[in-house]
């Protein structure tokens, strides 16, 4: 019997680390244009999230880089993203000794041809459940800015202008408000399952 358990758990466990879209979410990153200028492949992890980033078009050199408290990227300045992710009300930065925001990350560096290949972590982020999820509400946003964040600087570290930003939505099949106001619904319709 308890060998049996126990090769249950294992199937589970296996079965939980392979496939389960939870686990994995990729972010297209757009510029303040609407260009799509590459991706933020999202995984689960024991401890955090880890983010992949591939992108192009960026200034050679550091930029600072968040998830940032909404799933809202209105371009060209990308304010709708709103703060910094902090559920837990501390300062920004990641050299603050009062710091960090859960949002918060190390620089990333663009190469000369403007080029960006980096694995960065999230150290207490999750993708399920929770105070400290990335899918809290509708969501949030990874933003790019045009310089390095200094670490320390209230309240984003002095990274300047928000150049790129992708949405991590809580629901990845909603469709953007834009569309549901095209087509109003009738007031006279009662069936709330169909159109
Ligand atoms: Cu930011
Ligand atoms: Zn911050």
């Given at each position: 019997m308890r060998l049996l358990l126990l090769g249950f758990s294992i199937f589970f466990l296996v079965s939980c680390q392979?496939?389960?879209?939870?686990m994995s979410r990729t972010v297209d990153m757009y510029n303040d244009s609407g260009d799509m200028v590459g991706t933020a492949v999202l995984n689960q992890g024991s401890d955090g999230v880890s983010i992949k980033l591939t992108l192009e078009g960026l200034e050679p050199g550091f930029h600072g880089i968040h998830v940032h408290e909404f799933a809202s990227c209105e371009a060209?300045?990308?304010?709708?993203?709103?703060?910094?992710?902090d559920p837990d009300g501390n300062e920004h930065g990641l050299m603050h000794p009062k710091g960090a925001h859960l949002g918060d990350l190390p620089n990333i560096e663009a190469d000369g041809g403007g080029l960006v290949d980096a694995e960065l972590m999230l150290p207490?982020?999750?993708?399920?459940?929770?105070?400290?999820?990335?899918?809290?509400?509708e969501g949030t946003s990874i933003v790019v800015h045009e310089a390095q964040d200094d670490?320390?600087?209230?309240?984003?570290?002095?990274?300047?202008?928000?150049i790129l930003c992708g949405e991590l939505k809580a629901d990845p099949d909603q469709e953007s408000d834009s569309e549901t106001e095209d087509s109003p619904s009738d007031p006279t319709e009662t069936n709330e399952e169909e159109e």
């Open positions: 392979s496939g389960d879209s939870e060209p300045d990308f304010e709708s993203a709103g703060n910094h992710l207490g982020a999750t993708l399920l459940d929770g105070k400290q999820s990335l899918l809290r509400g670490g320390v600087s209230q309240p984003s570290g002095d990274s300047g202008a928000r």
